[in-house]
């Protein structure tokens, strides 16, 4: 019969004890523990038996995988448990990687806490016994919301921990210590690769409520300008004070991204979005222009595309959040814009054709209106796209013409093939009935046939 992680966690340190060792909890699962929230992902760290020991007792319990064996990390198949052993690191370089790692089984729970990042993440718990082992005051930061490193000398080691820091104070709205933030100022993150430094940034867009604190933090500890120039190029661009009073770019940028992260669940692609809102006015920073006493950016939306793009591929090779993205950027003033117009179905039903997310498209326009300091200067549409969604769902369900009904209907298949069924889309975007879309298609073949 399967058990629970929790259940498999105190089966091994059963077996631990026997040999005369210790097993702990560890990390974001005894922080996350005892702020009321245990999270599903548990780790555990074996002291005072020997990996080959722990490999033994692993392979009596299941199907032992080796994660790490070289590094003492360890699982069993079927369970989301992370089994480890203390480790040493030496700094032999500047990346995340440039470690020297080796197994240390008798390190103690001190030696084995001071190697981890902040004293919220420091603190242990006996998987038996359920003692907290607290060595660094975790859980007096705890309580009072403050994220401080452990250990000055190796904190410095990882740059990674900078971004970690920025993540941990967005999803917990905790505030970092002027000690940590000092350090952070003067660690060097270029040597880092981007799939961690992304790995960082969709933790904290995708898990906070107020993902805007994570760069909030990263610009005050002025670590912007290596992986986020683009968004640090908005600080300082003014805006039309009629439109936006709540300040420059920068500052409405990170209120829009508050607000589509309350909204995100209805987007597609989540992380999609997120990124979307946050690149969606990088066009800003190079359109910005004072004319006749007034600020304009006219063009914005297509002259943040290259950014957006740079942006992204900074940090991801993933083709398919890169066209979302762009995508996104692109169309995120046309909803609020048909909109104000009370534009055509037909025009808003183009509109959402062109999105890879027309859900998403709308909330990503409803975050643009929402992010400004004033409710007043907000106009909701919301009952609109409502509505036009709704609209262009129900006409994209019906019957239309497929290019088997042109075949049936006596046309060959030829170069003007796509063509035609390019205008029967149209068509179906007008809201016209198949039947009578496919007979308008047939005499624009014969048209374009002479």
Same mark, same amino acid.
């Given at each position: 019969?399967?058990?629970?992680?929790?259940?498999?966690?105190?089966?091994?340190?059963?077996?631990?004890?026997?040999? !005369?060792? $210790?097993?702990?909890?560890? %990390?974001?699962?005894?922080?996350? +523990?005892?702020?009321?929230? @245990?999270? #599903?992902? /548990?780790?555990?760290?074996?002291?005072g038996?020997?990996?080959?020991?722990?490999?033994?007792i692993?392979?009596?319990?299941?199907?032992?995988?080796?994660? !790490?064996? $070289?590094?003492?990390?360890? %699982?069993?198949?079927g369970?989301? +448990?992370?089994?480890?052993? @203390?480790? #040493?690191? /030496?700094?032999?370089?500047?990346?995340?990687?440039?470690?020297?790692?080796?197994?240390?089984?008798?390190?103690?729970?001190?030696?084995?806490?001071?190697?981890?990042?902040f004293?919220?993440?420091?603190?242990?718990?006996?998987?038996?016994?359920?003692?907290i082992?607290?060595?660094?005051?975790?859980?007096?930061?705890?309580?009072?919301?403050?994220?401080?490193?452990?250990?000055?000398?190796?904190f410095?080691?990882?740059?990674?921990?900078?971004?970690?820091?920025?993540?941990?104070?967005?999803?917990?709205?905790?505030?970092?210590?002027?000690?940590?933030?000092n350090?952070?100022?003067?660690?060097?993150?270029?040597?880092?690769?981007?799939?961690?430094?992304?790995?960082?940034?969709?933790?904290?867009?995708?898990?906070?409520?107020?993902?805007s604190?994570?760069?909030?933090?990263?610009?005050?500890?002025?670590?912007?300008?290596?992986w986020?120039?683009?968004?640090?190029?908005?600080?300082?661009?003014?805006?039309?004070?009629?439109?936006?009073?709540?300040?420059?770019?920068?500052?409405?940028?990170?209120?829009?991204?508050?607000?589509?992260?309350?909204?995100?669940?209805?987007?597609?692609?989540?992380?999609?979005?997120?990124?979307?809102?946050?690149?969606?006015?990088?066009?800003?920073?190079?359109s910005?222009?004072?004319?006749?006493?007034?600020?304009?950016?006219?063009?914005?939306?297509t002259?943040?595309?290259?950014?957006?793009?740079?942006?992204?591929?900074?940090?991801?090779?993933?083709?398919?959040?890169?066209?979302?993205?762009?995508?996104?950027?692109?169309?995120?003033?046309?909803?609020?814009?048909?909109?104000?117009?009370?534009?055509?179905?037909?025009?808003?039903?183009?509109?959402?054709?062109?999105?890879?997310?027309?859900?998403?498209?709308?909330?990503?326009?409803?975050?643009?209106?929402?992010?400004?300091?004033?409710?007043?200067?907000?106009?909701?549409?919301?009952?609109?796209?409502?509505?036009?969604?709704?609209?262009?769902?129900?006409?994209?369900?019906?019957?239309?013409?497929?290019?088997?009904?042109?075949?049936?209907?006596?046309?060959?298949?030829?170069?003007?093939?796509?063509?035609?069924?390019?205008?029967a889309?149209?068509?179906?975007?007008?809201?016209?009935?198949?039947?009578?879309?496919?007979?308008?298609?047939?005499?624009?073949?014969?048209?374009?046939?002479?």
């Open positions: 019969m399967h058990i629970s992680d929790a259940d498999m966690a105190r089966k091994i340190a059963e077996a631990v004890d026997r040999l !005369g060792g $210790s097993t702990y909890f560890v %990390g974001g699962y005894v922080r996350d +523990l005892l702020c009321g929230n @245990p999270g #599903k992902d /548990i780790d555990i760290e074996v002291h038996i020997t990996p080959d020991e722990l490999k033994s692993l392979d009596s319990l299941g199907e032992r995988m080796d994660i !790490g064996e $070289s590094f003492g990390i360890f %699982g069993l198949k369970y989301s +448990l992370d089994i480890a052993m @203390p480790r #040493k690191e /030496i700094c032999r370089g500047a990346g995340h990687r440039d470690f020297d790692i080796f197994v240390d089984p008798h390190i103690g729970t001190l030696g084995a806490a001071r190697r981890r990042d004293t919220i993440n420091a603190m242990m718990q006996n998987v038996l016994t359920g003692e082992i607290d060595h660094f005051g975790g859980q007096e930061y705890l309580k009072r919301g403050i994220i401080r490193h452990v250990d000055g000398s190796s410095a080691e990882d740059p990674l921990r900078v971004l970690r820091g920025a993540q941990f104070a967005a999803r917990f709205e905790f505030k970092i210590a002027e000690e940590t933030k350090l952070c100022r003067k660690m060097d993150v270029s040597a880092l690769p981007k799939e961690r430094i992304m790995g960082e940034a969709q933790k904290a867009l995708l898990k906070a409520k107020r993902p604190i994570f760069f909030e933090v990263l610009r005050e500890i002025d670590q912007l300008s290596v986020f120039p683009e968004l640090e190029a908005l600080i300082g661009i003014k805006q039309n004070p009629l439109y936006h009073s709540e300040g420059d770019v920068w500052v409405h940028t990170m209120m829009v991204l508050d607000e589509a992260a309350r909204l995100s669940h209805y987007a597609s692609d989540r992380i999609g979005f997120m990124l979307s809102a946050l690149t969606h006015d990088f066009g800003k920073a190079v910005t222009e004072l004319i006749d006493g007034e600020i304009h950016c006219y063009g914005h939306e002259a943040g595309l290259p950014l957006a793009e740079a942006f992204i591929r900074r940090l991801t090779n993933e083709h398919s959040l890169m066209k979302y993205v762009l995508n996104m950027v692109e169309l995120h003033m046309k909803p609020n814009v048909l909109a104000a117009a009370k534009a055509s179905v037909k025009s808003t039903n183009k509109m959402f054709d062109m999105s890879v997310d027309p859900a998403g498209l709308v909330c990503l326009a409803i975050a643009d209106g929402l992010g400004k300091t004033s409710p007043r200067e907000y106009i909701s549409y919301d009952a609109f796209f409502e509505e036009r969604l709704k609209t262009y769902r129900e006409y994209m369900s019906r019957p239309h013409v497929m290019g088997q009904d042109l075949i049936d209907s006596g046309l060959k298949p030829s170069k003007h093939f796509s063509e035609y069924l390019e205008y889309h149209k068509l179906r975007l007008a809201g016209i009935e198949k039947n009578s879309a496919l007979k308008q298609t047939l005499a624009y073949a014969r048209k374009i046939g002479k």
